[in-house]
């Protein structure tokens, strides 16, 4: 079945849509749901819903969803929980057949909103209806500029990238992450009424744009054998990352305060379950990042092999450690790539891997950009499979006022630096930098290296496990998946 047979498309993918609840008071929560609308110039028609607001964002507000001429292909409501079902009911009378709560107090706002919640589920189960949520946001799309979201969106970076949340966790962290990673789509399942992770599982299995399947789970809400099947079939085709939380008594509890409902799975049968397919388990939310980031931008590595550049002898040593506590090796360079290098030592002879790029530097300060170049020489080794480099220290300082020729100077050696490296990315093999200096200027530039897939991790640890991932990912691949992918393919 292709994408546009998949319910889940009508709400990505609106032609129209209306959100009960909007506002143009700046300082009232639902402000940016239009807003945002506006602003990323979205493709389809909006039509706000607030009785007493002739206009909100440029655009002719209705007093209720009644008033609108138009067929609405979607309904956002985001107006208190004892308003919302009678704005599902009016969905109903209009023959919407999708909607998002965004409102919270439901399940998990004690009797009266559970009691709310289950005669609205029981009222869209008879009327065929859709729901994301409730206590929700999303869906984002950045393929039509289609994003429901609390916080103002400066900017949506299109990639291949797609989530499902349970937790709105990630909402203030948004324009990081249109930042640093590039996005597809972006769903928040709330307290799963009735569109479960299942379904977002299924939907972003068939849907082109989406590369790589990022999914934060509290709680198993949809038919645990489905999704297991899900996983098994669909993780050799396309890369998945499961962040599980809920995972200790007192964490399932702390789910039910927010969700309505205590996580029932045991996690060791969760975690066993997993490990029998290819996707990968993230332990907290900046790995779920991290690893998404890298299966987005990174070919799967030929072998464990791996090549370090550093700035200091003490990190090279740390670094080494990771690789080989996280079931990678440290590769041995051949005699042609060590005469290369060779050519940027230091006075004295050094280890070629990890190979201390400060002294290098401190050599030949005056020809940066040479000496990154020549370490061009290491992925082309046959003996490399991965290379891990330590961003260059902070040349790139603020001039003070007056100094035009500096900081023109000074953007140059950025640019060239930056051409370097993705020439190193170029060859084909996973290439990844870890962060030196941790300042302003740093995270500028970091943005810019991640506008072309080029990650960056926080430190060297970061980006091993990352490569680590890759690389489990790669053996499951050669000892199970391309055999079960290709069976899969043969009988389509």
């Not at 393929?143 to 989530?163: A, C, E, H, L, Q």
Request: proline share 5%.
């Amino acid at each position: 079945m292709s994408v546009d047979d998949h319910f889940l498309e009508r709400f990505f993918t609106p032609r129209s849509v209306a959100v009960v609840g909007a506002t143009n008071n700046p300082f009232k929560i639902n402000y940016c749901l239009v807003q945002n609308l506006v602003s990323l110039n979205y493709q389809g028609k909006i039509y706000p819903v607030n009785y007493r607001e002739k206009e909100i964002a440029g655009i002719k507000a209705f007093p209720r969803l009644t008033d609108i001429p138009d067929d609405i292909d979607l309904v956002v409501i985001s107006v208190p929980a004892a308003k919302t079902t009678d704005i599902v009911r009016e969905c109903d009378t209009l023959g919407v057949k999708n909607m998002v709560i965004v409102t919270g107090g439901f399940s998990e706002g004690g009797e009266q909103g559970k009691k709310l919640h289950r005669e609205i589920a029981s009222f869209i189960r008879k009327k065929g209806i859709r729901v994301i949520g409730p206590n929700t946001l999303g869906p984002i799309n950045t393929s039509n500029n289609f994003s429901i979201s609390f916080n103002p969106i400066s900017t949506m970076r299109r990639g291949g990238i797609s989530f499902a949340f349970q937790s709105g966790f990630y909402e203030p962290k948004i324009n990081w992450l249109f930042s640093h990673l590039g996005l597809s789509k972006l769903i928040d399942l709330g307290n799963k009424m009735d569109v479960s992770e299942v379904d977002a599982l299924e939907y972003f299995l068939r849907d082109p744009d989406t590369k790589v399947i990022a999914m934060h789970i509290e709680t198993l809400r949809g038919d645990g054998r489905r999704f297991f099947d899900l996983l098994r079939k669909g993780a050799v085709k396309k890369p998945i990352i499961i962040l599980k939380s809920g995972k200790t008594p007192e964490g399932a509890i702390a789910a039910a305060s927010h969700t309505g409902t205590i996580a029932q799975e045991n996690d060791m049968i969760f975690d066993g379950l997993l490990n029998q397919t290819a996707a990968a388990r993230a332990h907290n939310w900046e790995e779920f990042f991290d690893l998404a980031k890298a299966f987005d931008c990174l070919p799967v590595p030929g072998g464990r092999r791996v090549a370090i550049v550093t700035l200091s002898g003490g990190e090279g040593v740390m670094a080494t450690d990771a690789c080989v506590m996280n079931g990678l090796e440290m590769a041995q360079l051949d005699g042609q790539t060590y005469n290369r290098l060779k050519a940027i030592f230091p006075p004295w002879d050094i280890p070629v891997n990890p190979l201390d790029g400060g002294a290098c530097l401190e050599f030949h300060l005056s020809d940066v950009v040479t000496v990154l170049e020549a370490m061009a020489a290491i992925p082309e080794d046959g003996h490399v499979d991965c290379v891990l480099m330590q961003m260059p220290p902070e040349f790139f300082r603020q001039s003070s006022e007056g100094e035009n020729s500096f900081a023109q100077q000074e953007e140059l050696l950025r640019k060239q630096c930056a051409q370097t490296f993705l020439s190193i990315k170029e060859r084909g093999k996973p290439f990844v930098l870890w962060r030196t200096s941790m300042s302003r200027n740093e995270d500028e530039w970091i943005e810019e290296l991640e506008s072309h897939c080029l990650p960056v991790f926080p430190s060297s640890e970061r980006a091993i496990k990352a490569l680590a991932a890759l690389y489990s990912y790669r053996v499951f691949l050669e000892n199970e998946g391309w055999k079960e992918a290709s069976n899969d393919r043969s009988t389509t």
